[in-house]
């Protein structure tokens, strides 16, 4: 499976962006779709999740009310909806596939990554 992620940029605090990722094939009810982000100096951390079928998401507590994960089934693509964006959210964002569940060492499968930037 090949993840292609997009809609990176630089935008301005408060500002809002949208990530894209397209799997390059049928996701599957029971996988989850999730992103990822590492900032400079950082190891990579957990943003948020989706399971396919139900669209059960879950986010991590600096993002929770700021940011919305969404998935469009034909279009076998996973968006990133980023609301007032802060300077701590600038990183490389990734996007990842897990076929196995939902635990956060499962995901195999990633996308190049892409750049979100963001000035005070």
């Known amino acids: 499976v090949q993840l292609q992620a997009s809609g990176g940029g630089s935008v301005q605090a408060g500002d809002s962006a949208r990530l894209s990722c397209a799997a390059s094939?049928?996701?599957?009810?029971?996988?989850?779709m999730g992103w990822f982000r590492q900032a400079p100096g950082k190891e990579r951390e957990f943003v948020s999740a989706?399971?396919?079928?139900?669209?059960?998401?879950y986010y991590a507590d600096s993002v929770k009310g700021r940011f919305t994960i969404s998935r469009d089934y034909a279009k076998n693509t996973v968006y990133l909806e980023m609301n007032s964006l802060k300077p701590e959210d600038a990183a490389v964002y990734y996007c990842?596939?897990?076929?196995?569940?939902?635990?956060?060492?499962?995901?195999?499968?990633w996308g190049q990554g892409t750049q979100v930037t963001v000035s005070s």
């Open positions: 990842a596939l897990n076929k196995r569940g939902s635990r956060l060492s499962e995901y195999e499968y």
């Open positions: 094939e049928r996701i599957f009810s029971t996988y989850y």
């Open positions: 989706i399971r396919w079928d139900s669209g059960y998401s």
